[in-house]
T-cell receptor, first 111, second 114 residues
Framework: GQQVMQIPQYQHVQEGEDFTTYCNSS?????IQWYKQRPGGHPVFLIQ?????EVKKQKRLTFQFGEAKKNSSLHITATQTTDVGTYFC???????????FGDGTTLTVKP | EAQVTQNPRYLITVTGKKLTVTCSQN?????MSWYRQDPGLGLRQIYY???????DKGDVPEGYKVSRKEKRNFPLILESPSPNQTSLYFC?????????????FGDGTRLSIL
């Protein structure tokens, strides 16, 4: 079945440093979604990428979808303490209801 | 307020005692899904439903049952819970089963099976 690998599993940064998490699929994806889960909370949808090579920005967050649509990344510029949490990528299967999440990257930010 | 509601939020029970975790959404969403979250393993899909009376297995369906008799409700049933089902469970819904729709998650249910 479809697998989505996400690295790193953990990332500890000093406030103000940048952060990147990567998501890689064994198959070509029709789209990829990113979610954020705050400690003790539930996953919250951030964004969806659909097109090959697509880049989207949300303030300090930059999302990219690879040219081959097999990988994606989330980059946070100048992290803040409010960025702490676990970031997940997710692939939804186009011809069925299955949904596959990466294992997540947990970000901690030291003030 | 648009939301996905799960109950109970916390439950400690014993092996073999049947339990049901309820999930309800008020957004008229077609698609609903159950996930379990374990440390280091991310979110793994248990079952999903593309519409009323249409359900299918996710990646880890063993030991679970679901039903979708109404559009708004999607209960998760553990007929004979075992300790390896101790986990954090999330219900989610989206407008349709098509992959372009974002999922909205409930607050989670933490189950402990002793």
């Amino acid at each position: 079945g479809q697998q989505v690998m996400q690295i790193p599993q953990y990332q500890h940064v000093q406030e103000g440093e940048d952060f990147t998490t990567y998501c890689n699929s064994s198959t070509t994806l029709s789209n990829i979604q990113w979610y954020k889960q705050r400690p003790g909370g539930h996953p919250v949808f951030l964004i969806q990428l659909v097109k090959s090579g697509e880049v989207k920005k949300q303030k300090r967050l930059t999302f990219q979808f690879g040219e081959a649509k097999k990988n994606s990344s989330l980059h946070i510029t100048a992290t803040q303490t409010t960025d702490v949490g676990t970031y997940f990528c997710a692939a939804r299967h186009t011809n069925a209801g299955k949904s596959t999440f990466g294992d997540g990257t947990t970000l901690t930010v030291k003030p | 307020e648009a939301q996905v509601t799960q109950n109970p939020r916390y439950l400690i029970t014993v092996t073999g005692k049947k339990l049901t975790v309820t999930c309800s959404q008020n957004m008229n969403h077609e698609y609903m899904s159950w996930y379990r979250q374990d440390p280091g393993l991310g979110l793994r899909q248990i079952y999903y439903s593309m519409n009323v009376e249409v359900t299918d297995k996710g990646d880890v369906p063993e030991g679970y049952k679901v039903s979708r008799k109404e559009k708004r409700n999607f209960p998760l049933i553990l007929e004979s819970p075992s300790p390896n089902q101790t986990s954090l469970y999330f219900c989610a819904s989206s407008l349709s089963w098509q992959g372009s729709q974002p999922q909205h998650f409930g607050d989670g249910t933490r189950l402990s099976i002793l």
